[in-house]
């Protein structure tokens, strides 16, 4: 199973992105979904997962910024992101499980490639 995100890139602090996470492989609504993001040298951390129910965790320490969403006739799952600041630089990672307690542990057994965000001015 391959998923694919994207949306990443270079934003002014203050300002807004939007990731997507898609499968050609498999319906992402069957399946848990998170983002977690990383930054080089340090451990990677859980930012907001999405059940199969519609049930959405996130992460405390983002005050309400980011938003998880899934678009079932896409089959993309969305991390929306305001209000971003610099320490939000990292990379990106969507990942999916049948299992909602992988998803949330950062365990699950398929992971996209990645994509970079970098908030500076």
């Known amino acids: 199973v391959q998923l694919q995100a994207c949306g990443g890139g270079l934003v002014q602090p203050g300002g807004s992105l939007r990731l997507s996470c898609t499968s050609a492989?498999?319906?992402?609504?069957?399946?848990?979904t998170g983002w977690f993001r990383q930054v080089p040298g340090q451990e990677r951390n859980g930012i907001a997962c999405?059940?199969?129910?519609?049930?959405?965790l996130y992460a405390p320490s983002l005050d309400g910024r980011f938003t998880i969403s899934r678009d079932k006739a896409k089959n993309t799952v969305f991390l929306e992101m305001n209000s971003l600041k610099p320490e939000d630089t990292a990379i990106y990672y969507c990942?999916?499980?049948?299992?909602?307690?992988?998803?949330?542990?950062?365990?699950?057994?398929?992971w996209g490639q990645g994509t970079l965000v970098t908030v500076s001015s």
């Open positions: 492989d498999i319906s992402l609504a069957d399946y848990g």
């Open positions: 990942t999916k499980d049948s299992d909602w307690g992988k998803v949330v542990t950062g365990k699950a057994d398929a």
């Open positions: 999405l059940s199969t129910g519609g049930h959405k």
